[in-house]
């Protein structure tokens, strides 16, 4: 008996790891101080968890396009006062990576399942991007400003007026244009849930 149904799997996961790469190539951790560099001049550091964001967790399926292939993957996040859990998963349920970021300490920890190298931070940054209230993102943004509009929809300019960010939010849906690096995030959330006990 053959076993063709493998090599179509861990293609995927290759093509899957190989895009979380891409958009996480310039992250990077400074003096004690986690930062992520969105553009050459431009950094956003992640912000203490807003009590919006304490107490939910969340699956979401993550659809990444960029140089016209299309990945997908399943992100899992939890949240109490102190900590985010992130957890990214193949569509076929493999453990891709884990990451807890402890915002009071600014202290991140990480587990990869795979022999890459996989910089979890952009994933953190762009959650805030998306999701947090861009009073606080502002706070945390050097080179850059923020905008929402009435819609929820959010644009992040560049101090020369570039257009770096296009977050655009319908119910449940969310993408994320990057037009700085070029690709496009489409999230649809699955489920959420209250994790206060």
């Known amino acids: 008996m053959k076993k063709k149904q493998n090599t179509p799997i861990a293609f995927n996961i290759w093509l899957i790891i190989s895009c979380i790469l891409l958009l996480s190539s310039c992250a990077s951790q400074i003096e004690g101080q986690i930062k992520v560099t969105l553009q050459p ?4 550091y992640p912000q203490l968890m807003p ?3 304490q107490h939910y967790g969340e699956l979401s399926r993550f659809v990444v396009k960029k140089n016209n292939q299309q990945h997908q993957l399943l992100v899992q996040t939890e949240s109490n006062a102190e900590n985010i859990s992130v957890v990214g998963m193949s569509v076929e349920g493999m453990t891709l990576f884990t990451l807890t970021w402890y915002s009071l300490e600014d202290r991140l920890l ?3 399942n795979i022999p890459i190298d996989l910089e979890p931070l952009r994933i953190l940054a762009e959650m805030q991007l998306v999701k ?6 502002a706070q945390g943004l050097v080179g850059a400003s923020i905008e929402e509009k009435s819609s ?3 644009i992040i300019t560049n101090l ?9 939010h319908s119910g449940n849906n969310i993408v994320i244009n990057n037009l700085s690096q070029g690709y496009i995030i489409e999230i649809e959330r699955l489920e959420k849930w209250n994790t206060d006990k």
Not at 161 to 168: A, H, L, P, Q
């Open 51 to 53: 009590k919006s964001e």
């Open 152 to 154: 929820g929809d959010r």
């Open 41 to 44: 001049g431009v950094d956003y």
């Open 110 to 112: 990480t587990k990869k």
């Open 132 to 137: 947090w209230p861009v009073a606080v993102i």
């Open 160 to 168: 020369q007026g570039e257009v770096i960010y296009k977050i655009d």
